[in-house]
């Protein structure tokens, strides 16, 4: 096995003034590549503590990816600290620094003389393309390890990761084959309910039962390596059955782009009216490009469930919408929602705490009830349901 780290730097970092999305994703993205990750660090603007971790983990990985600290900026440390470590100097490179005139040039505007330190990396190392801004990337060999420096701005970091540093490590390396992963996403069950459902499964050597809880959705995971294949197909029916009536979608697709393809293919448009969400449940499904024919985001008032129920319908034939759907906030912690189809309205209040629940998560939660109910709804399930630790205290139809 390649022992593949990661060093994230910055004080922004550091002190998690910003969240590092960028390590979360180089781990995830490895990980499914068969390059686990074996260790993350992450370090402040110091000089001194760059140059002490990459000498520590140079003894110890066989590649680094260093992240953050090549901007123009005086605490942009990344490259002094890599020159450093390997005792050597920092050297313009005339090639770089022309590609960031050229940049700046075709924006109109005037590259600032500080830029020039994007353009300065170790004498002895490799440039790594930086495709889609000015920092140029590098490589450096340092003892047992092959260190790769890039910018901490994400979009730039994750092309310069699949197109520059995957092949290199491909080349470079004869990597493992990518472990298998069995994913399905339920709502409405709580974590250990779904993992003491689970206790009795034989594992084979090597393969996990994994959850990730990310309210108001638990993932579960079934993972191990690709020789296991074949025991692993045969156990996740298993899984299926447990997570039953709670499922809402298996691999990485997510709920909205199912609904989506779903009423794309039935040629069914979509309309919204949307309270408590403050137009959460519009901008999950056009992201998907879900059909929606109309959008609207209202005050909060109190309304009992019929006249929530009413007021889809009456979204639904104003719009000439095949279906709509309706959020309401009420006091004492009552949350309506209603789906109106061509077949009749349906509509439920849930009861969430607003002392033990933020309002971001009741927001959440809301809004994946009503995508459930919808997802339910297009595949000829009851739209009304066992919902686990969600408090639903009425239903209704209305014809």
């Not at 794309?264 to 919204?272: E, G, H, W």
């Amino acid at each position: 096995m390649i022992n593949v780290e990661m060093l994230s730097t910055g004080d922004e970092v550091l002190h998690g003034q910003i969240t590092d999305t960028n390590a979360a994703w180089l781990a995830d993205l490895f990980f499914e590549q068969g390059l686990p990750l074996t260790r993350r660090n992450t370090v402040g603007d110091s000089l001194e503590a760059l140059v002490n971790i990459l000498r520590e983990r140079s003894e110890h990985a066989d590649v680094l990816i260093v992240n953050g600290g090549l901007g123009p900026t005086s605490d942009d440390l990344s490259a002094l600290a890599a020159a450093t470590a390997k005792g050597e100097e920092l050297v313009l490179h005339a090639e770089w620094l022309s590609h960031m005139e050229q940049f700046f040039s075709e924006r109109g505007r005037v590259m600032a003389p500080s830029n020039r330190k994007q353009a300065e990396i170790p004498a002895s190392a490799e440039l790594v393309d930086n495709p889609v801004g000015t920092a140029c990337g590098f490589a450096v060999q340092l003892n047992r390890c092959l260190m790769f420096f890039t910018p901490g701005v994400p979009s730039e970091f994750k092309v310069m990761v699949e197109k520059e540093i995957l092949p290199r490590l491909r080349a470079r390396f004869t990597l493992p084959e990518p472990p298998l992963c069995l994913r399905l996403t339920t709502f409405g069950r709580s974590e250990s309910d779904l993992a003491q459902s689970l206790d009795h499964l034989q594992l084979p050597a090597g393969v996990s039962m994994g959850y990730r809880s990310s309210m108001p959705i638990i993932e579960l995971k079934l993972t191990g390596p690709a020789t296991e294949k074949a025991a692993m197909l045969a156990l996740w029916p298993e899984v299926q059955r447990v997570a039953g009536e709670s499922l809402i979608f298996e691999g990485t697709e997510g709920l909205p782009a199912q609904i989506a393809r779903e009423l794309q293919a039935r040629q069914l448009s979509l309309t919204l009216s949307e309270q408590l969400t403050g137009g959460l449940l519009a901008l999950q499904l056009s992201r998907a490009d879900t059909p929606l024919l109309a959008s609207e985001v209202v005050p909060s008032q109190e309304e009992t469930l019929a006249q929530t129920a009413h007021w889809a319908a009456e979204r639904r034939v104003k719009h000439f919408a095949g279906l709509a759907l309706a959020v309401s906030g009420l006091e004492e912690e009552h949350l309506n929602i209603a789906l109106s189809t061509p077949e009749g309205t349906h509509a439920l209040r849930m009861k969430m705490s607003a002392t033990r629940y933020s309002m971001a998560i009741r927001q959440e939660v809301c809004a994946m009830m009503a995508l459930n109910m919808l997802r339910r709804w297009l595949n000829g399930k009851p739209v009304a349901s066992e919902h686990g630790w969600i408090n639903v205290v009425d239903t209704l139809f209305l014809p």
